[in-house]
């Protein structure tokens, strides 16, 4: 199999880490490079394990570009020692970013994914949950924009409302991000996240509109869904998802970055890393590229 009809990897293609999740920074990197793919996004752990310099200096010596920093947040507790931790941790996050954005190559791009955070125990309280996350980023903006970093908000499928993230649709993250510079806050358009959503394509829009799209992941959805749902994640054009009619509608706001495609799944994560992104690679070809090309964004503009 190809990776495109003329053989060639869409140069707008994005490996994020977690898609290879048992492959440390080193083999992430190398099969990334070595599938002919131009860019990947990073996870915080397997960066830690190496150090951020040695993590920053490996990126370089890859040539590849840095797409997104996955992932912060989780602060919906209210005040006291456990929200001063996250708060704190976060603006180590931060400063990983800017750090990895500095040693990727031409076109990287500081995007610090947030994932908001459950319900903090005993609570029912969804909306002062959200007003938390509110004020937690009003208080990470400063860093934020002193690094050259976007926080980019990522609302969550429902399912994982509870327990996972608070902020459920594009709209809900949009009006939170609605205080802020959208320089420094942004939102991230995920596909398995939203799809659903029958107000969907007008939140893309209005995202658009508001210059807050930050980073657009790929990947699919299918029924049934295994017993642990946050490894429920496919390959592009392997589930129900209009992945066409998303991506017409994102690249219709101007969205010119990479596009990663993030994938949970465990027989995924067991297989050989290089494969899956050679695989990867493929699905991208065509289930994303068509539609780049379609709207004449095939070409990165950096």
Not at 31 to 45: D, H, K, M, P, Y
Not at 181 to 196: E, K, Q, S
């Amino acid at each position: 199999m190809s990776a495109s009809h003329d053989g060639a990897v869409d140069p707008r293609l994005s490996i994020n880490q977690a898609t290879i999740k048992h492959a440390d920074l080193p083999t992430a990197l190398r099969v990334t490079a070595e599938a002919g793919v131009q860019a990947i996004g990073l996870w915080r752990e397997p960066v830690q394990e190496v150090g951020l310099a040695t993590a920053a200096s490996m990126l370089s010596d890859s040539g590849l570009r840095f797409t997104t920093h996955c992932r912060s947040g989780f602060f919906t507790m209210p005040e006291g020692p456990a929200r001063r931790a996250s708060l704190a941790d976060n603006r180590v996050a931060i400063e990983e970013a800017a750090t990895l954005a500095a040693a990727g190559a031409e076109g990287s791009t500081a995007i610090l994914v947030l994932v908001a955070g459950g319900l903090p125990d005993g609570s029912r309280d969804l909306a002062g949950a959200r007003e938390r996350v509110r004020d937690a980023i009003g208080e990470l903006v400063p860093d934020a924009a002193a690094a050259g970093v976007t926080l980019a908000i990522e609302p969550l499928h429902p399912m994982y409302a509870t327990d996972r993230c608070v902020v459920s649709t594009l709209g809900q993250a949009l009006d939170i991000a609605a205080d802020f510079d959208p320089r420094v806050v942004g939102a991230t358009v995920d596909t398995f996240h939203i799809f659903w959503d029958p107000d969907v394509l007008a939140q893309i829009s209005r995202a658009g509109r508001e210059g807050r799209i930050a980073t657009y992941q790929v990947c699919d959805w299918k029924t049934p869904l295994p017993a642990d749902v946050l490894l429920s994640r496919h390959y592009p054009g392997d589930g129900v998802i209009d992945l066409s009619t998303l991506t017409a509608a994102v690249i219709a706001t101007g969205y010119d970055r990479d596009i990663e495609v993030e994938i949970f799944n465990a027989d995924i994560w067991a297989a050989d890393a290089a494969s899956v992104v050679r695989r990867t690679a493929d699905a991208f070809a065509t289930t994303i590229s068509p539609s780049l090309a379609r709207a004449g964004g095939s070409a990165r503009a950096d």
